[in-house]
């Protein structure tokens, strides 16, 4: 099956630096990347996601790449805030089960204001 | 914006019994999903649901697992005889019909088996 490995496992930056976040996964038939958000107490909050398709999307301050050949991608966040500290997952789904997600570890990032 | 709700958000049970997890997916979703996740693991997939039947199912999902959707609002996750393993963060998500339609999830319960 699927396997999803997410570097690091915590990141400190300072506030207004730029996040990375790095997922590897295994199987070449997996074609939505998703990337969520898990703040204390919460359930993971979707904040963006990417389809195989598309090399990269970008919303404000996020963005996401996709590397197929690689089988890699990554989120990025730039001009980061304190809210932006939180846990987040890298995900991977193929052929129509778009909802059977394989998750990463988490990254939990935090950004010192 | 919408939301799945789940309820309790924490439950605490003794090893041997049976636990039921509820959930309300968003009111126009189609799929339902059931993922855990143990303290310091990967989120990790139990079970898919879709037109009142399993529709896929983790090598987790053994035979102490259940799942229903007794109305049409709500889905529940039954754990029959509870094991000190069965200890996570159970989280319920559904998503709609299209094609390319996220995943979006609920707060969880936290299950604590003593």
């Known amino acids: 099956g699927e396997n999803v490995e997410q570097h690091p496992s915590t990141l400190s930056v300072q506030e207004g630096d730029s996040a990375v976040i790095k997922c590897t996964y295994s199987d070449s038939a997996s074609n939505y990347f998703p990337w969520y958000k898990q703040e204390l107490g919460k359930g993971p909050q979707l904040i963006i996601d990417i389809r195989s398709n598309v090399g990269e999307k970008k919303d404000q301050r996020i963005a996401v790449t996709l590397n197929k050949t690689a089988k890699h991608f990554s989120l990025h966040i730039t001009e980061t805030q304190p809210e932006d500290s939180a846990v987040y997952f890298c995900a991977a789904a193929g052929g129509t089960s778009y909802g059977k997600l394989t998750f990463g570890q988490g990254t939990i990032l935090t950004v010192h204001p | ?114």
């Open chain 2, 1 to 114: 914006e919408p939301e799945v709700t789940q309820t309790p958000s924490h439950q605490v049970t003794q090893m041997g019994q049976e636990v039921i997890l509820r959930c309300v997916p968003i009111s126009n979703h189609l799929y339902f999903y059931w993922y855990r996740q143990i303290l310091g693991q990967k989120v990790e997939f139990l079970v898919s649901f879709y037109n009142n039947e399993i529709s896929e199912k983790s090598e987790i999902f053994d035979d102490q697992f259940s799942v229903e959707r007794p109305d049409g609002s709500n889905f529940t996750l039954k754990i029959r005889s509870t094991k000190l393993e069965d200890s996570a963060m159970y989280f319920c998500a559904s998503r709609g019909q299209s094609y390319n339609s996220p995943l979006h999830f609920g707060n969880g319960t936290r299950l604590t088996v003593t």
